[in-house]
Antibody, heavy 122, light 110 residues
Framework: QLQLQESGPGLVKPSETLSLTCTVSGDSLDGSSYYWAWIRQPPGKGLEWIGTIYYSGSTYYSPSLKSRATLSVDTSKNQFSLKMSSVTAADTAVYYC??????????????WGQGTLVTVSS | QSALTQPPSASGSPGQSVTISCTGTSRDVGTYNHVSWYQQHPGKAPKLMIYEVSKRPSGVPDRFSGSKSGNTASLTVSGLQAEDEADYFCVSYAANNDCVFGGGTELTVL
C-alpha cells in the first residue's frame, strides 16, 4: 500500500524559504516511472498545482510559481522535496504531495499525503 | 483566479442527480482528455473520482460519471446520497506540461 507523508516546518517567516519533504513508502522512487507532485490549498480556497518531478529528476512547474519553486528527488531516502523562496502570507496553505495514477503520466493524482499546514508569519 | 471555471456551489436532494461543470480553454480541456475530478471532505485529502474524462477508479460508485464537450467537462452525481456532500475539483493537463485546477464546487445534499 503506497503511502506519502509530508514533513517540514509549520511556520516560516516572510521572505524566507519554505522547505518540505515527502517520504514515500510502499513504492520505490528509483526507476518507478511515476510522476510525483506538490499541490497546495490556501485555507478555505481551492487547490493549486505547484510542480511535478519525474524519478529521473526532470521537473515541471506551474508558470506562476516557476521562479520561486524548486523540486528535487533523493532516491536513496525515497523522498522528494519542495523548496519555495521569498515566501509571503499568500503562500500560507496546506501542502500536499501526490503521485500519478499511471506510469509516465502527469495526471491524474491518485495517491495523496495527508497534507501539512505551512503558515507564513513573522 | 483559477484556470478552470467551476460554479462555486451546487445542490440537490437525496436521490436526485446534479451536474457540475468545469470550463477551460483550447489549451487544456478542449484539447486533452486528461481531465480528472476529485472529491474532498473537510479536513481530508482529495480523492480521485474520475480520470480521463469519464473513467472511474476501482471502488468509486457508478453513480459518479464524467463527460466532456468542447472546452467544458462535467461531473454528474446520480442518486445523491448524504455522503456525497463535499467539495469537488476538476483538473486538466494543459499545453507545455502544465496542470490546471478548477476553483472547486461545494456540493450540498439538501
Amino acid at each position: 500500500q503506497l503511502q506519502l507523508q509530508e514533513s517540514g516546518p509549520g511556520l516560516v517567516k516572510p521572505s524566507e524559504t519554505l522547505s518540505l519533504t515527502c517520504t514515500v513508502s510502499g513504492d520505490s522512487l528509483d526507476g518507478s516511472s511515476y510522476y510525483w507532485a506538490w499541490i497546495r490549498q490556501p485555507p478555505g480556497k481551492g487547490l493549486e498545482w505547484i510542480g511535478t518531478i519525474y524519478y529521473s529528476g526532470s521537473t515541471y512547474y506551474s508558470p506562476s510559481l516557476k521562479s520561486r519553486a524548486t523540486l528535487s528527488v533523493d532516491t536513496s531516502k525515497n523522498q522528494f522535496s519542495l523548496k519555495m523562496s521569498s515566501v509571503t502570507a499568500a503562500d500560507t496553505a496546506v501542502y500536499y504531495c501526490a503521485r500519478g495514477l499511471f506510469p509516465n503520466t502527469m495526471v491524474p493524482f491518485n495517491y495523496w499525503g495527508q497534507g501539512t499546514l505551512v503558515t507564513v508569519s513573522s | 483566479q483559477s484556470a478552470l471555471t467551476q460554479p462555486p456551489s451546487a445542490s440537490g436532494s437525496p436521490g436526485q442527480s446534479v451536474t457540475i461543470s468545469c470550463t477551460g480553454t483550447s489549451r487544456d480541456v478542449g484539447t486533452y482528455n486528461h481531465v480528472s475530478w476529485y472529491q474532498q471532505h473537510p479536513g481530508k485529502a482529495p480523492k480521485l473520482m474520475i480520470y480521463e474524462v469519464s473513467k472511474r477508479p476501482s471502488g468509486v460508485p457508478d453513480r459518479f460519471s464524467g463527460s466532456k464537450s468542447g472546452n467544458t467537462a462535467s461531473l454528474t452525481v446520480s442518486g445523491l446520497q448524504a455522503e456525497d456532500e463535499a467539495d469537488y475539483f476538476c483538473v486538466s493537463y494543459a499545453a507545455n506540461n502544465d496542470c490546471v485546477f478548477g476553483g472547486g464546487t461545494e456540493l450540498t445534499v439538501l
